[in-house]
């Protein structure tokens, strides 16, 4: 399987640029997705294909890479942001990381 | 508007078996790529099983931790997709979500269905 690493958690402000990483252990070329995951709801698809925003996310949220290594970046952060962060690979198979959760500083 | 409801889920006892649907609405359902997910309490999300569109046969896949033991199907007259669950495990404990790939990933996600495994 394909292994997503991402970083546990991430303090961040309002106002903020805030980046969260996302590395596989094989490449996946660009077929890595973004979510928002809100405590009680369901995940919301923020980025497909690495750097494609569907219709109706907000331009605050960008996305980028391939191969192995990816970003994903909001900015600026706004309070509604506050969530966990899960990436996703639909190359071999599908995996998803283990989820950033950004917390308030 | 893209609607996917779930529905049947509960507590049952390990290696007993249930069902669960997802009811699909605002999009055509015969053209789309079916899924589910799981997440158990606390935990990320895994991967479940797919199947694909008519043209490609309703082909299947599954996870490895399910493989053997759950089934998915669909029923494109009804705008359905089902999980049958058998020989469940308390490790199966969690959220299923029934997730759509519409345009590209798992594009349209349902609210999600409680499955609980414990003697």
């Known amino acids: 399987d394909t292994v997503l690493t991402q970083s546990p958690a991430l303090p961040v402000s309002p106002g903020e640029r805030v980046t969260i990483s996302c590395r596989a252990s094989?490449?996946?070329?660009?077929?890595m997705h973004w979510y928002q995951q809100k405590p009680g709801q369901q995940p919301k698809l923020l980025i497909c294909?690495?750097?494609n925003l569907p219709s109706g996310v907000p331009a605050r949220f960008s996305g980028s890479g391939s191969g192995t290594d990816f970003t994903f970046t909001i900015d600026p952060v706004e309070a509604d942001d506050i969530a966990t962060y899960y990436c996703?690979?639909?190359?071999?198979?599908?995996?998803f990381g283990a989820g950033t959760k950004l917390e308030l500083k | 508007a893209v609607q996917l409801v779930e529905s049947g889920g509960g507590l049952v006892q390990p290696k007993e078996s249930l069902k669960i649907s997802c009811a699909a609405s605002?999009?055509?359902?015969?053209?789309?790529?079916m899924y589910w997910v799981r997440q158990a309490p606390g935990k990320g999300l895994e991967w479940v099983a797919r199947?694909?569109?008519?043209?490609?046969?309703?082909?299947?896949y599954y996870a490895d931790s399910v493989k053997g033991r759950f089934t998915i199907s669909r029923d494109d007259s009804k705008s359905m997709v089902y999980l049958q669950m058998d020989n469940l495990k308390t490790e199966d404990t969690a959220m299923y979500y029934c997730?759509?790939?519409?345009?590209?990933?798992?594009?349209?996600w349902g609210q999600g269905v409680m499955v609980t495994v414990s003697s």
């Open positions: 997730t759509a790939a519409v345009i590209a990933a798992f594009d349209y």
């Open positions: 605002g999009f055509t359902f015969s053209n789309a790529a």
């Open positions: 199947i694909r569109t008519k043209p490609n046969n309703y082909a299947t």
């Open positions: 094989e490449s996946v070329s660009t077929l």
């Open positions: 294909e690495a750097s």
């Open positions: 996703h690979q639909s190359w071999n198979s599908y995996t």
